[in-house]
């Protein structure tokens, strides 16, 4: 079980979607809208945005973050602790656990031998250019919604490669390659499935 499972079945029962990869990205961006986005400070450094739903970037995982904030009275309130020691949810993981279930079944159906500990969901996030210290190995980048633009750019040795992927996936070393968003309108999702280098090391049961 947990992000990190990598079972499979010849057959499997689906709970959330179809196995038709268009109808199942438009529920995907059904069940995001119902989510309600934020940014924590990493990515408010990144683009500095008010907390009010319209944009937002949260990782869906595991953090070993545990202090969280003081209460009214002063105490101090930590995260829910996680099934790995010295691990906690993070704030969205909390609020909406059956994502972790449609993330592993949209897994399961697309990509399914690709194993993962986070997912970065994005809400009209237009990331700047950046490499991704902390993660190790390929990420997998969906994007859904009623937009126009938001193409990722790549930069690869040979060259910068855009690509368009709405309603597509993509698979790429985020670690090894600067990447960004290009400028977009309308409403845009994506969700990266990637795998924290510090999470691997640390995701063993208690």
């Known amino acids: 079980g947990g992000l ?50 319209s944009k937002g970037s949260m990782n869906y995982g595991y953090t070993w973050k545990g ?28 609020e909406y656990p059956e994502l972790e279930f449609i993330f592993n079944e949209f897994r399961n159906l697309y990509f399914t031998d690709f194993e993962y500990t986070s997912v970065q969901m994005n809400k009209n996030f237009k990331c700047p250019r950046h490499i991704d210290g902390t993660n190790v190995g390929e990420s997998v980048l969906l994007c859904v919604g009623d937009y126009k633009g938001g193409e990722l750019v790549v930069e690869y040795p040979d060259g910068d490669k855009i690509i368009d992927n709405k309603n597509g996936l993509y698979k790429f070393n985020g670690a090894l390659h600067y990447h960004y968003v290009k400028d977009f309108e309308g409403t845009r999702y994506s969700l990266v499935f990637f795998n924290n280098k510090n999470m691997k090391k640390r995701m063993i049961k208690n």
């Not at 400070?41 to 008010?50: A, D, F, K, V």
Request: proline share 1%; glycine share 6%.
């Open 4 to 53: 990190t499972s990598g079972d499979t079945f010849s057959v499997f029962y689906m709970t959330y979607f179809t196995s038709d990869f268009q109808t199942d990205c438009g529920l995907i961006f059904s069940y995001l809208e119902e989510v309600y986005f934020y940014s924590g400070t990493e990515r408010q450094n990144m683009i500095r945005h008010r907390n009010d739903n």
């Open 67 to 94: 202090y969280l904030k003081r209460d009214e009275l002063g105490n101090k309130v930590f995260r829910t602790a996680s099934p790995y020691k010295g691990l906690y949810k993070t704030k969205v993981m909390d």
